[in-house]
């Protein structure tokens, strides 16, 4: 295992960090299709091809643009190693997300009965939503380092942090969004936290999101249904109805025991509505069983904890903040995935990581763990996981 170290015995953990990245892509793939095949082969969205939610979502143009996005970066910012951390870089990618986030509204703003959180450019879907998971901690990553001296600073930084918090999180609210925006305040608020704000700042945002997102839950006869189902007993929930997605997932997980029954082989899983989405997990948990589910954990569970090592042994403040913020979304989607999954929590839309279909949020993710594997071997050739002093 010597290649994994370089030469002053420090664990190249970006090495090792392509190489879950690459597992977790490959082992998406198998799991999605052994998710969907079967229904996609009925289903005439996918033009009855058993490949369809696979191919939909993991195409080539996906992939290229994927590429194409990991190239200009490594070739403009990475190879050169141009400052990221720049007011010119950081405020395009974040009006950029903004101005992408206000489409859907302008355009279906006369039609409520559209979905508001997708747009079609020349017949490809994106959800633009799914960019804020990277400009948003950008940007609070940016302006808590440019105001390290003084966090708390209520016109030159929270006021700022707040504004532009709030305008992302208020757009994918009126996208009828609820779950990514409870995300983005989540994910916000860990940020914040890290970087030293006062812990009143947080009671008073509180105050005014949890209110929100109640009126919302009322207003909205989805998510107000969603809502008093969880509280309902499960024998209670009707199978044909309300809880028939939540019921079979269950049967799904309780039917993977120990080992699973085999990829390919589940039969619970075929009465999950869309389980090929956010109910991924139920059929890989049937068809692998608690080991299937340990190893997904552990993959996501070291990948998280490399970035955290960084983060925490990092000298350079952007550096410590951004690959936190970066980490940190990816951590809750699987947490609140799987819990609700099991019905731990209501019923949500926010996918898997690496495993949910989704084309938008597998770019996403490439571009993420693009910035992440950067940012480990930065770290790592900097001196800073060895104990030297960072000379940028």
Known sequence: MAFLRDEYGVIRYDYILIGIILLLILLGFVVLFSASFLQAGNDSRFQNDGFGPMMGNFSALFVFLGLLILFVLMKFFFFRDKSINSRFFVYSILWGTIFINIIPIVLFRLDLSKDLRWFSVIGIRFQPSEFIKIALPLYLAYKFNQNKENVNAFCKCLIPVFLFTGILFSLVLAQKNLSDAVLIALFSFFICLASGIRVGWFALALAIIIPIGFAFINSDETWNKRWNNHWKPLSTLND??????????????????????????????????????????????????????????????????????????????????????????????????????????????????????GGTSMLVMLIISTFLVYFTRKTIKSGDMRGLKYDG
Do not use: M
Request: aromatic share 12%.
């Open 240 to 357: 044909k109805d309300e809880g028939y997605q939540i019921i079979h997932s269950i049967r799904a997980l309780e039917a993977g025991g120990f080992s699973g029954v085999g990829i390919g082989h589940g039969e619970r899983k075929i009465n999950v509505p869309e389980v090929h989405g956010d109910f991924v997990f139920s059929s890989y948990a049937e068809e692998t069983g608690f080991l299937g589910v340990l190893l997904y954990l552990a993959l996501t569970g070291s990948f998280a904890g490399i970035c955290y090592i960084v983060a925490w042994q990092s000298k350079d403040r952007f550096i410590q903040l951004f690959v936190f913020g970066l980490i940190t979304p990816i951590v809750l989607q699987i947490l609140i995935n799987i819990s609700v999954v099991a019905r731990i929590l209501p019923v949500t839309g926010i996918p898997l990581p690496f495993f949910s279909s």
